[in-house]
């Protein structure tokens, strides 16, 4: 494959200064990795974090796959994201500028940061929390969301971050999942002007039951709206804050505690819970954050992800802080009060790093067409000097336009493949160091051994696809499933692999560059927007609805601005509907899914069949599901399909 043609070189503007200048720079420091894997983490971790206890060990291989990094180290997050910089005279510098839904600007310095964080920690402290309990946190885009997981970090409580869009049943399972003893959510979120329920959603998820290992829930008041109180075990934030002492004593951890819990879709089954540590994990987030990035401290970082998600926690809450970043957090949505808003923000805070998704762009690009006033180039984006993109293949048309009309042709772009699982970047270009191809995301971060193989393990050639693994362990990779170790083997490191780490995408590499690209996922798991879901969850949903829905499947089906939207094929236990009945009953199903999972999980399409296409032996002929999805001509074999008549029946739209 030589589908990479067009070749960005490194600005010269940018390579000067940067951390990783040049190639060479780039390849001594893959050598050194290469020499010795545990020694170039070890330095690392050395220069970037403060251990209170130094670590001996670096990397443990042992107990593969359970990998152990800096094992015999002490730390503690928040005083690494906080305190030192702090003590090293930062402590009047911006850490967050807050721009909230309505536009409002607030200004928080490390130094208050940490004092919030601090009397957070102390009440949560007060309330009973000890190391090791877990904190479920369902909030939205707000410094007190960053003050939450920070709070947690600096007494050893590991939290775990439910993004607000998901649904009062998500948010029950994962609050069981993890058994909290606090949840720590607000009154309402603002979002586009809108005022959006989560206290509500917290107290409908505890009255669903199992949730009983709640002792308390921590109300931040974001917008007084109207909401039901419980008096023994609802607290409002501000009245738990107001007496606590603004500095509290660091829990010191082991490097391998965990710092956080993050539910996330797999193929199969309920959302895992994805367990990280506090310094591999910590070690990963700061060196990333500063190379990928290349952030210098006169920088202005925006990442716009939320919390909910891992690029919130690395790129917003660990990452930024860790390195004594000053960074933007923005609580509402590109679209309000209109399109330009991401502009607007860039050039009223001089952001001069900016990192969001290709379906934000793709829309953005969309809304421009229709409104030319919203247009990038009718903003000052001068200060932009790297420009980012994470969550899903950025295709080169949208890469273009992002490079041209935002970045003014002068800005790297940084396309950067990770995952929840991985804790920080993965495969990315260095913005001082690697020439750039639409498209493509380039090379490993340094350290990073990721490989494309077959079925069996083996390297194929460059230019051939196959699976994207990763040879060897690395500080940020995922610990466990939370609750479920013979889960996190057999999803991550199946047998026939040669113990590599399986990322669940297909890549291919270039056959002269060796530059990688992500062909998407190998297995059920669906990229909407950005947002992780697995086929198998939304199935669950559908057919949960016992009293409409006999069968379902689900597929992804392409999508120029979502990447993919979500189709589903329903066998109700009634008569199939059509027309109107049809439109209603989809609708139905529609609410339901939103109901189950949250408004993301919702099917874009429906359409009901009498049956699913089926081989003689009963599977569900899902390839076939995919192609009618996506409107094409049916050109497999169906010689084997048990009921070749339901197809006609899958193709009608509703
Ligand atoms: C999946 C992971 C990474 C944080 C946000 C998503 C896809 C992510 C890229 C990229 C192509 C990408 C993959 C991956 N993905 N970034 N730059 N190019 N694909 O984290 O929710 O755990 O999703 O997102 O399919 O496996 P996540």
Known sequence: MSAHKITYPVPGAVMKDAHVSGMPAYRSLVAEADADLGAYWGRLAREFVSWRTPFAKTLDVGSAPFFKWFEDGTLNASYNCLDRHVERGLGDKAAIVFEADDGQVNRVT????????????????????????????????????????????????????????????????????????????????????????????????????????VKDVIVYRRTGGQIAWDALRDRWMHEETETQDDTCEP??????????????????????????????????????????FDLKDEDVFWCTADIGWVTGHTYITY???????????????????????????????????????????????????????????????????ILGSVGEPINPAAWEWYHEHVGGGRCPIVDTFWQTETGGHMITPLPGATPL????????????????????????????????????????????????????????????????????????????????TITGRIDDVLNVSGHRMGTMEIESALVSCTALVAEAAVVGRPDETTGETICAFVVLKGPRPTGDDARRIAAELRHWVAKEIGPIAKPKDIRFGDNLPKTRSGKIMRRLLRSIAKDEAITQDISTLENPAVLDQLMERN
């Open 251 to 292: 829990e010191w951890v082991g490097a391998e505690h965990p710092l956080f819990l993050l539910y996330t879709s797999g193929s199969t089954g309920k959302p895992k819970g994805v367990q990280h540590s506090t310094g591999g994990y910590l070690v990963h987030a700061a060196v990333s954050t500063s190379w990928t």
């Open 437 to 516: 191809v639409p498209g493509s995301c380039t090379l490993p971060f340094p350290g990073i051994a990721a490989a494309v193989v077959d079925e069996t393990g083996n390297d194929v050639p460059n230019g051939q696809g196959g699976l994207l693994v990763v040879k060897r362990p690395w500080p940020g990779m995922i610990r466990n499933i939370w609750g479920d170790p013979e889960r996190f083997k057999l999803s991550y490191f199946p047998p026939e692999l040669q113990g590599y780490y399986l990322a669940g995408d297909g890549a291919i590499r270039d056959v002269e560059t060796g530059y990688f």
């Open 110 to 213: 490390y130094s208050d940061l940490l004092a919030r964080t601090c009397r957070l920690a102390n009440a949560l402290k007060t309330r009973g929390v000890k190391k090791g309990d877990r904190v479920v946190i369902y909030m939205s885009m707000s410094v007190e969301g960053v003050v939450a997981m920070q709070a947690c970090a600096r007494i050893g409580a590991t939290h775990s971050v439910v993004f607000g869009g998901f649904s009062a049943q998500s948010l029950r399972d994962r609050i069981a999942g993890a058994g909290a003893v606090v949840v720590i959510t607000a009154d309402e979120q603002l979002r586009g002007g809108k005022q959006l329920p989560l206290k509500a959603i917290v107290d409908e998820a505890i009255a669903l039951g199992g949730c009983d290992s």
């Open 319 to 385: 990452g930024p802080l860790s390195i004594g970043a000053t960074q933007v957090v923005f609580e509402g949505v590109p679209t309000y009060p209109d399109a330009g808003r991401f502009w607007q923000m860039i050039q009223d805070h001089k952001v001069s790093v900016f990192y969001t998704a290709p379906t934000a762009i793709r829309s953005l690009i969309k809304a421009t067409e229709a409104n030319q006033a919203i247009h990038p180039g009718r903003y000052d984006l001068a200060s932009l000097r």
